[in-house]
């Protein structure tokens, strides 16, 4: 059973704001000052430009590909199953982690007020937020918006409160450490913006992804930016530097300091929320994982079972929700810092793909927003990420390699004779090879993501143009042998003989011109005595010279049916008018791999299609 897209614009920023802010600004900063001093702001925004890059790389990707799962589903198909099944099961533990790790934190907020054991509260919590994403998607997403709403309410105003009151003297010196510890540092605070891609998990649940999660994702990172500066700043100004240094409640602190008891208490419901927001979109995108490995066939088929009455993945969310509860019981801190080198490698693993893709040249990628500046933003970025993961200790590494160990574990005992999936990768290899290693299923997989992203209807046109005949020629040649050709290729599907359709066709053109463009001509006849109505698509890279006046055309698409369809056949026209008019088509076709693609060409354009029962009511 498919998800329903219930997903707008104000919900992936709230999911993705939601998964951001959390112990990396509530509880970072006063250690991150103790390694940096007052130039921390400048490291929070490094950090932040270091995951734009990832941002851009994974909205690229979810645009083209806006299925459950984000980046494992990316990863597969641009990499092949084995690392895409480690970098799944690595990651939905890394985002089971971090929720966890919020359930600790709200968990101790409430034992400040009732003296109620941590791992009981943590795990009541656990259970009510399993409760909310079983009922479904949307009352998540309801939840989300709430929550994120008013923390950001709580944020502004602490901002607002606290500018006024910022004294300069407290950043001096600026970097008492020098510059390099600015950036280090900036490794050391990533984590707040780890669950930033936490959204494109959930990306086969939005309506209009190709708009939506670009925008969402863009928006969410640079509104949670500006407030992680502009909170740390405030913070540094006005709390004194012996008190900051190394506090695990600075915000608290800061606002304690401008606003009394009131603002520490204030702070205190941010946080809360913050914690809360962060535990509810762990298990939303966790279990969605989960989902998409049980698509491939990499789990068990139950394991994405999608429940009939609110649509949710429910046995997937009530296995994140024991991922997320059992680590209350264990020491966190080593697990934590593990789950943050899984998100960075889940930044560096997108930035991979988007490379891989796009030199696969796979005629079927076809994202809706495309990462600027490649592939100098994504070299960038995993040279960043290399340089984050080197400040990183020893044994965060150690329990990483275990995790991925046990993601190809999952594959190699259970997926691999259950998943046979080709990758971008190996189009990659074939291009610098020459040899024949891939068979177009990747390609065959992509057109029916974007036939699903676009929510395409396949109409009459689509479905004749899926099985029409094609003629990939080489060389240069002139327009009667290309008839000659045509007419052999239409003749039995027709039910006609080849040499009165060459002469149809050359009849046709001597009464006048059939090149629509300088690229273009689209021969149509009108032929008696059957009842098929056929197209044929014709290419000839090296060119096809027309007529008289050497106009020298590459595409070629013939139309030839019975009187009775000449209103077909104008729609036909209509139909092959709007998607040669697009600014890459003759690009597109030129470098279309074979027979499919261009075919795909067509099928997969930008048009208005027409439903035939309601043209044939009306006449």
Known sequence: MELKKRLGMIDVFCIASGAMISSGIFVLPGLAYDRAGPSVVFSYLLAGVLAATGLLSTAELATAMPKAGSDYYFITRA???AIGTMAGVLNWVSFS?????????????????????????GVVLGIVFVGVNLVGVKAAARLQVALVLGLLGLMVVYI??????VSFSNYEPLAPRGMVSVFSTAGFVFVAYGGLLKVASVAEEVRNPGRTIPAGMILSLVLIGICYAFMVAVTVGVVEADVLRGSLTPIAEGASAVMGRAGGVAMGVAASLAFLTTANAGILAGSRYLLALSRDGVLPPSVGAVGARFHTPYVAVLVTGCCVILPLFVN??????????????????????VIVLRESLLQNYRP??????YPWLQLAGLAGFVFVILEMREEVYAISALLAMAGFCVYWFYGRARVQRQ??????????????????ALDAELKEVVRERDEIVVDRFDGIIERCPVLDLDGPMERDAF????????????????DPLRRLLSAREEQSSTVLAPHLAVPHIVVEGTDAFEILLGRCKQGIRFSDDNAIVHTVIVLAGPPQERNFHLRCLAAIAQVCQSAEFEKRWLEAPGEQALRDLFVLSRRQRTDERTLEKAT
Do not use: W
């Open 160 to 165: 607002l409160y606290g500018l006024p009151a």
């Open 368 to 373: 809706t927003f495309r990462a600027p500046l």
């Open 79 to 81: 990499m092949g199953p």
């Open 97 to 121: 982690l971090k929720s966890a790790f919020a359930l600790v934190g709200m968990a101790a907020v409430i034992r400040l007020v009732l003296p109620i054991d941590i791992r009981v509260s």
């Open 483 to 498: 008839f000659a050709e045509a007419a052999e290729a239409l003749a039995v599907r027709l039910g006609f003989e080849e």
């Open 423 to 440: 990758s971008a990768l190996l189009h990659v290899l074939q291009r610098l090879t020459a040899r024949e290693l891939v068979d177009g």
């Open 332 to 353: 966190l801190r080593i697990l934590v810092e593990s789950a943050s080198i899984g998100l960075i490698l889940t930044n560096m693993l997108a930035l991979l793909s």
